[in-house]
Nanobody, 120 residues
């Protein structure tokens, strides 16, 4: 029922910026906690950021805090990730995800991912 589609990935130089978007369809988007994750080749998927349904409460991984900003537009069923001061170690496939309850430790729905490559 719930589908998530990421976009906005690409190649950028270190120090540059990219803005990722995730379009959601189906379900009750406004009630879902939304998050961004990433996975580099040979590495496990890691948490990047999450945002509560209201958009007020946000949480970031220490590696991206101060550089990335997560936001959502419930009217448009859209999740975004503004990435600034990108580093080569940010290179990964980025996934958006949704979970029906903040209380749940795991996410229920996942997108296909979008590639972000940062050159040094």
């Amino acid at each position: 029922q719930v589908q998530l589609v990421e976009s906005g990935g690409g190649l950028v130089q270190a120090g540059g910026s990219l803005r990722l978007s995730c379009a959601a369809s189906g379900g009750t988007f406004r009630t879902y906690t939304m998050g961004w994750f990433r996975q580099a080749p040979g590495k496990e998927r890691e948490f990047v950021a999450r945002i509560a349904w209201s958009g007020v409460s946000t949480l970031y991984a220490g590696s991206v805090k101060g550089r990335f900003t997560i936001s959502r537009d419930n009217a448009k069923h859209m999740l975004s990730l503004q990435m600034n001061t990108l580093k080569p170690e940010d290179t990964a496939v980025y996934y958006c995800a949704a979970k029906e309850s903040t209380n749940r430790p795991h996410y229920d729905y996942w997108g296909q991912g979008t590639q972000v490559t940062v050159s040094s």
